[in-house]
T-cell receptor
């Protein structure tokens, strides 16, 4: 089991550009979560999937953000027309079942810098 | 609204000294509580969790935490800190399948 992987690990982009991040969960984990972590803060929930269904989106997820998990395996998070306030670490986590009793395993994150 | 407060932003201890990291939560129902550790370049790793039962829970790497409902606290402890424990520590509470994290405590360990 290789754990949760995220790609890229670092991304520098100019304001106004679009970026896309990828998360590969642990094999056969049906839950996948996205969190955002800004400097000096704890991770904040963005959205999560049960298989390919997106079950909940945070108010933090503005219209410029979209997440998909087309086949219930990997997921992508796209940010359109990036703003400097989008600079953060984007964390992905997966779990093997429903409910909080199932541990969420986190990936190393993608650090986004918007210049 | 559910929330987690970690009052200490930064703690420094000497190697071999004992450690206690504070966590206070606000949650209407019985909380499910977690402690995670984050090392540079690494993902968050679960140290321990409390769901119910014994209020003193044991975790990995020699950590333990005690749930005190009367104080709305879930403090993390370790009797003897190792240099490799230097990291950022996050307390979290569940909120219908997703986690709410505190702002974290950065632990620095001096030899």
């Amino acid at each position: 089991d290789t754990g949760v992987s995220q790609d890229p690990r670092h991304k520098i982009t100019k304001r106004g550009q679009n970026v896309t991040f990828r998360c590969d969960p642990i094999s056969e984990h049906n839950r996948l979560y996205w969190y955002r972590q800004t400097l000096g803060q704890g991770p904040e929930f963005l959205t999560y999937f049960q298989n390919e269904a997106q079950l909940e989106k945070s108010r933090l997820l503005s219209d410029r953000f979209s997440a998909e998990r087309p086949k219930g395996s990997f997921s992508t998070l796209e940010i359109q027309r990036t703003e400097q306030g989008d600079s953060a670490m984007y964390l992905c986590a997966s779990s093997s079942g429903q409910g909080i009793l199932y541990e969420q395993y986190f990936g190393p994150g993608t650090r986004l810098t918007v210049t | 609204a559910q929330s987690v407060t970690q009052p200490d932003i930064h703690i420094t201890v000497s190697e071999g000294a004992s450690l206690e990291l504070r966590c206070n939560y606000s949650y209407g129902a019985t909380p499910y509580l977690f402690w995670y550790v984050q090392s540079p370049g690494q993902g968050l790793q679960l140290l321990l969790k409390y769901f119910s039962g014994d209020t003193l829970v044991q975790g990995i790497k020699g950590f333990e935490a005690e749930f005190k409902r009367s104080q709305s606290s879930f403090n993390l402890r370790k009797p003897s800190v190792h240099w490799s424990d230097a990291a950022e520590y996050f307390c979290a509470v569940n909120n219908t399948d997703k986690l709410i994290f505190g702002t974290g405590t950065r632990l620095q360990v001096f030899p």
